[in-house]
């Protein structure tokens, strides 16, 4: 049972444009939400996460939503730029800050952006 | 700057072997995490640690085992490696009250 989704395995987008990633949940007792980005033969980073609490967060040029009657949040990358071009991957937990530490992944979102 | 490292970043192995793959963190972390990646299937668990000796199983256990003897290492065992077992694995750590979890680079494994 997939319970954090990634329906969209890829997309591309001009360079200067906004690039929009989206990500489902299925599990209500997500409460912290993370944006990882991968490029190939490279271990992923951290980019960006947003509480239960907030249903927006801001950091330069991203900015993650976070819908939770929906259990919807999505990654907005404004102006996007070609080395924004990676596979960005959506990762839920629960309980934070208590004893649950894993991270459930999407199975990501290769994102192309082109000159 | 926190760091993650892992042993090898291409392995071959043959059918049959044990395996083993090493990570340390110099972050003083509690929590450690061993992953898979295959295309098309993103980031899967095989197993955690949330402490010296401690260990829990993931999403996909099956064929493997884990070490944890000392705080900044999280060892990934193999014990008979199969050819459904290449892959890149990850290997990760986390602070106790951080969700945010900080990676390796992978280990790249082949087995023929």
């Known amino acids: 049972d997939q319970q954090v989704k990634q329906n969209s395995p890829s997309l591309s987008v001009q360079e200067g444009r906004i690039s929009i990633l989206n990500c489902d949940y299925t599990n209500s007792m997500f409460d912290y939400f993370l944006w990882y980005k991968k490029y190939p033969a490279e271990g992923p980073t951290f980019l960006i996460s947003i509480s239960s609490i907030k249903d927006k967060n801001e950091d330069g040029r991203f900015t993650v939503f976070l819908n939770k009657s929906a259990k919807h949040l999505s990654l907005h990358i404004v102006p996007s730029q070609p080395g924004d071009s990676a596979v960005y991957f959506c990762?839920?937990?629960?309980?934070?800050?208590?004893?649950?530490?894993?991270?459930?992944f999407g199975k990501g979102t290769l994102l192309t952006v082109n000159p | 700057d926190v760091k993650v490292t892992q042993s090898s970043r291409y392995l071959v192995k043959r059918t049959g072997e044990k395996v083993f793959l090493e990570c340390v963190q110099d972050?003083?972390?509690?929590?450690m995490f061993w992953y898979r990646q295959d295309p098309g299937l993103g980031l899967r668990l095989i197993y955690f640690?949330?402490?010296?000796?401690?260990?829990e199983k993931g999403d996909i256990p099956e064929g493997y085992s884990v070490s944890r003897e000392k705080k900044e290492r999280f060892s990934l065992i193999l014990e008979s490696a199969s050819t459904n077992q290449t892959s890149m694995y990850l290997c990760?750590?986390?602070?106790?009250?951080?969700?945010?979890?900080?990676f390796g680079p992978g280990t790249r494994l082949t087995v023929l």
């Open positions: 990760a750590s986390s602070g106790r009250i951080l969700d945010e979890q900080f």
């Open positions: 990762a839920a937990s629960s309980g934070s800050g208590g004893s649950n530490y894993k991270l459930t």
């Open positions: 972050m003083d972390h509690e929590n």
């Open positions: 640690s949330y402490d010296v000796k401690m260990k």
